[in-house]
């Protein structure tokens, strides 16, 4: 089955073949009908009373455009130019013009939920890649300033005799549900609200795969050894440039033994519990995280299957 979670699924066609396209970029950022977000400080503009992305005219940010703030192309719809710029630089966005009279620089993750879908997945592309921009200020290999190219997906190295190119991360992280029988392994985390357990979950590192790295993980934060792993779904997750790849393992032992580190505590718990969870039930001493997180929708396919 397919799943197209929170941050995925946006609506706009990303026209890769535009960001190298100078001229065009140039037009579009004064063409009257193209539409830029701002985002402060990673948050993005949003309009409370529409629920959905504060998008404003070339007009109405002239001012920021002309400053030279960081500016990236998101993509096109229905032909129309879609932008990101990052007034960080700004103090009290808030209470600036034009941004005060569209709405309010809102948390991305505190907002999601509420906002119509597809509009995650866009402001998710547009954080992730200007916060890529702003913490890629300096060349890796030299260490001499960098510039943007291709509308904000690379940065090319200013020395002449580096000239390095960089391009946005995006990192991998494995996030698992191991299972045994009609039960699977839930955990929590050292900084979870009380009583919430997710999945298991842990960046992949180099030289591994999927499996070995949801095999190690398991392993290192619980004690348990998984046999086969099933891929399930993805879910990008941009704080800051994360890749969830949801899994199911098969766990091979069932004796846990926590790192107390990554983990502060794991149980079993039944198909059952989970549904009654679910369900609404507020007795069982186990929270979910909330629909948006992929963990949470491992855990309700689990609780719904079988
Ligand atoms: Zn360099």
Redesign the pocket.
Known sequence: MSEVHTFAGGPLDRASHRRTDTDWLAAQLKNPATQIVPLWKQQPLVTPRRDGIGWLSVEAVEGYLMSGVPTVFLGEQGGVAHFAIDVSAYEDANRSEPFIDVGKFMDLRAIALRLPVGDPSTLGTAKAILDWNARHQF??????K?EMRDAGYMRK???G????EHFPRTDPVVIMLPVNGDECLIGRQPMFPENMYSCLAGFVEPGENIEEAVRREVFEEAGIRVGSVRYHSTQPWPWPSSLMIGCFADAETRDITVDGEELEEARWVSRALLRDVLNGATDSGVLLPPPMAIGFQLIRVFAESG
Request: glycine share 8%.
């Open positions: 060349c890796a290999v030299c260490g001499k960098t190295c200013s020395d005799e580096c000239n390095a």
